[in-house]
Every structure is written in C-alpha cells, then in structure tokens.
C-alpha cells in the first residue's frame, strides 16, 4: 500500500530549465492537491484537482501549470523555473473535500539556482 | 490575509507533561477543522480533526477543543512524549474548499 508517491524526491534545477513533478496515488481518491511549504509560511495551495480531467488555481499558482490526465496521477510543471520557487512541494489526495483527511506524499526537494 | 493563525512558532515540553498548541482562525464559515503532524523529511500525517458542530473530539493522548466564539482551536497532548516532537499544522475549510493551513509550531519533548 503505497498511498500517495512523488517523483522525484530531489531535484536542482538551473534559472529558466523546466521540469514536471509526478504525482500517483493508488487509493482511488477523487481530490488531489499540490502544496508549497517554505520556511515560515506553512503549507501554501498550489493547484488542485477535484476528479480526473479537471484543474482549478490554489493560492500561489502563478509559474505552475498541472493536469490530472489520469485519475491517479497528477502533474505539476515549472515551465520556466525562478529562484523563488525553490521550495519543498508537497502532493496530497483525499477521498472527500473536508470530511476525510488528506493523505500527503513524502515531498519533493526542490532547488532552482 | 492569513485565515488559520499559529501564533507560536515553537513550544518545548517536559516528557510526562501536557503539550497544548494553538490555532486561530478569521474565517466564521471554516466547518472543519484538522491537525497534521509532520516530522523532518516526510510528509504531513493526518492527526486528529473536528467538525464545528461539536466541542471536542478525542483520540487516546489526543484531544481537540474548539471555541467557536472565540474562533479557536486548541490541541492537548496527555502525556507528551519524546515521539511527538514534531511540526504541528493546524488545517481548516469551508464546504467545498481545500484545507487552508497555518504556519506550523514546532513541538520539543524533552526527556
């Protein structure tokens, strides 16, 4: 039971390459969910999915784009990755909006230099 | 605009003793609130949660009061333990709304 996986767990990326986190849950759970942790600023909705084929902006959306192709994964892309994005990124699924909790992936490290 | 408030960045405990953490929220429609604890290197676990329509809800060692008039929320630790040393999230929504977070406090049990 793996719950809910992200690749990969480490990544530098230079000013301006682009990249894609992959996000996979095998819980079957409609909702999924990208969040940003920084230092001080606990953990900042990114994008979210509310079933398969569906996106919808977060709080800090801005340079990321996502797509849930598949009801089980769900893509976050840099296209053109800012120092400022330097962060951990944290992928969650859960089953119902707020009556189930959400269950998060390990995170991603990721460093832009 | 900060809508879930963790007003103490830190909190360090004695083993044996009651840790209780702290979290305020602006919101008046958040219906549902939850706790998440999240250790170095991983992900953020699921804790403990409350819906607005009660008071308190318990869990073994984990107990969660919420103040509605006040609009905040509280979560005791009885007894703390060294394994608790964590960050602590407190999470809250509104209907069909992700979880808006706080900061987090960090928690120190100390042997």
């Known amino acids: 039971n793996a719950g809910v996986t992200q690749t990969p767990k480490f990544r530098v990326l230079k000013t301006g390459q682009s990249m894609t986190l992959l996000c996979a849950q095998d819980?079957?759970?409609?909702?999924m969910y990208w969040y940003r942790q920084d230092p001080g600023m606990g953990l900042r909705l990114i994008h979210y999915?509310?079933?398969?084929?569906?996106?919808a902006k977060g709080e800090v959306p801005d340079g990321y784009n996502v797509s849930r192709l598949k009801k089980q994964n769900f893509l976050l892309g840099l296209e053109s990755a800012a120092p400022s994005q330097t962060s951990v990124y944290f992928c969650a699924s859960s089953r119902l909006w707020t009556a189930s909790e959400a269950f998060f992936g390990q995170g991603t490290r990721l460093t832009v230099v | 605009d900060q809508q879930v408030k963790q007003n103490s960045p830190s909190l360090s405990v004695q083993e044996g003793r009651i840790s209780i953490l702290n979290c305020d929220y602006t919101?008046?429609?958040?219906?549902?609130f939850l706790w998440y604890k999240k250790y170095p290197a991983e992900g953020p676990t699921f804790l403990i949660s409350?819906?607005?329509?009660?008071d308190k809800n318990e869990d073994g060692r984990f107990t969660v009061f919420l103040n509605k008039s006040a609009k905040h929320l509280s979560l005791h630790i009885v007894p703390s333990q060294p394994g608790d040393s964590a960050v602590y999230f407190c999470?809250?929504?509104?209907?069909?709304?992700?979880?808006?977070f706080g900061k987090g406090t960090r928690l120190s049990v100390i042997a």
């Open positions: 999915s509310v079933g398969e084929g569906t996106t």
């Open positions: 999470a809250a929504s509104e209907g069909n709304t992700p979880l808006v």
């Open positions: 409350i819906s607005s329509i009660k």
């Open positions: 919101n008046s429609m958040f219906d549902y």
């Open positions: 819980m079957n759970h409609e909702y």
